[in-house]
């Protein structure tokens, strides 16, 4: 009875509505501004394809923060995961394909390299797992070294230059009913990832642990067990995004998408995922998602109208890093308001 409680009161505590809403009008505040900004330049069909097949990259990385920060850790391996799949699906596609291998049909390569890519996540995923459940070391520290450890053999692997193919390039551009491939994936796991934090005992398990580690344990909860697969579940969708970082450059190479760490992390914190854990939604994240998707591309294009020089990458690195710390101290205020009012 009292579990069934407990269980009522986090299921309204993570529904996150009145975050979900303020998510929800902000997002539309920039898309409205950059409309009303740039015109026709922000609303063409082409800039809303562009922007379209460019969020999941980063998109689906998010999600291996969400459920890691959830736990009250973080994954900052993601990245040289994502890389180092990218970079074991491309081998094995140039070495057992048409790209000057063995010439095996592709419906046995793009499979098998697929399967390749999500295994080499996995057990990137596991080591992290293992690192912070089994031996103690902080996440942070953890997956810090182990991302290191696989931008690292990547390089020794490939020596430094990319790996080129171009078999997964309809996985990239292609499209489905209208809908770039990337985006179908996108929305798979996000659904996936709801059933899974709100439906399931495991997601109930994410979220008690994360909200209070100590109560988890004296409640009959196999934190190691719960942090082995959240870090191992990570993983895997760091191979997922490596799958479509290779399909969308036609290449894998060890430092693509050096920028996705920061990126993510803004995403998660600014779509409400408390990085003390126990607290956020995939709605607040897909949210989050999208407004920074429009803010980066309308900043882009405003700045190269204003400037006409490449510096607008550069002044984006410098808006990620300002908004990032910008909202950290927002919502540190905030929790310290409700703190004081339910004290």
Known sequence: MAQTSTRKSFQKRISGGSQTLRLLIITILIFI??????????LS?????????????????????LITMLTGGIDLSIVGTANLSAIAAALLLTRLSGDGGAGMPLLVTIPLAMLVAL????????????????AGITPILATLGTG????????????GP??????????GNGSIL???????????????FAVILQRTTFGFNIYMLGTNPTAAVFSGINTMRVLLRTYWLAGLVAGIAGIIFLARANSAKPDYGSSFILLT????????????GGFGTVSGLVLSVLSIQFLSTGLNMLMLELSGSSAAIFFRQFAWGALLLLVMVVNYYVEQRRQRSTG
């Open 45 to 65: 069909i082409r800039n809303l394809q562009s922007m379209a097949v460019q969020f999941p990259e980063f998109g689906i990385l998010a999600f291996a923060i």
């Open 119 to 134: 295994a080499v996540a996995s057990l990137c995923g596991l080591l992290n797992g293992f690192l912070v459940s089994k």
């Open 265 to 276: 992390v803004l995403i998660a914190i600014l779509g409400g995922i408390s990085y003390t």
């Open 162 to 171: 990319a790996i080129t193919t171009t078999q997964l390039a309809f996985i």
């Open 33 to 42: 501004g950059f409309s009303m900004a740039l015109g026709d330049k922000f």
């Open 178 to 192: 209208g809908l770039p491939i990337p985006v179908i994936v996108f929305v798979v796991l996000a659904i996936a």
């Open 148 to 159: 290191s450890l696989y931008t690292g053999l990547s390089y020794v692997i490939t020596g």
